[in-house]
């Protein structure tokens, strides 16, 4: 049986592709996700595991990671995870595609705050990048 959490999570992920314009996309699928009660979302680069903290409980989602075996961590990169995500935000690169722009640019872990409308990037040795997102409306 699927839970309340996964199910309300799905749902509303579904809805905010199908609404999603293709540049600035993101400010509408953090509103959608924060309006279905989802109040953080934790990236762990290379594995793509994402963990979705909601109002009905938490949700761990495993896409395809990045990398196999033993790699070098690439190092933190500003100006590259800068450049990554205005690519992203023009709508230049699938979401697959700045997954791993992100990790190239050194990118270990994200965390989307949906109730500060914050998205922050950790390198492994500490190195933070952190930008605020519009607050948008939604019919």
């Keep these: 049986m699927t839970s309340k959490a996964i199910l309300n999570l799905e749902t509303a992920q579904q809805k905010a592709m199908a609404g999603r314009p293709k540049s600035g996309g993101f400010p509408y699928l953090a509103e959608t996700l924060r309006r279905a009660g989802v109040t953080g ?11 979705y903290l909601t109002e009905d409980g938490p949700v761990v989602v495993q896409e395809t990671p990045l990398i196999s075996g033993t790699v070098d961590v690439p190092p933190f990169n500003r100006d590259a995870l800068i450049a990554a995500l205005r690519a992203d935000q023009a709508g230049e690169s699938t979401f697959p595609q700045f997954l791993r722009a992100a990790w190239d640019a050194g990118v270990v872990r994200f965390y989307v705050d949906f109730i500060a409308r914050t998205v922050t990037y950790y390198g492994c040795r500490n190195e933070i990048y952190s ?7 939604i019919p």
Aim: some cysteine; aromatic content about 12%; glycine content about 0%.
């Design 41 to 51: 979302n934790e990236w762990i680069l290379p594995a793509c595991e994402s963990l």
């Design 131 to 137: 930008e605020q997102y519009p607050s948008i409306e």
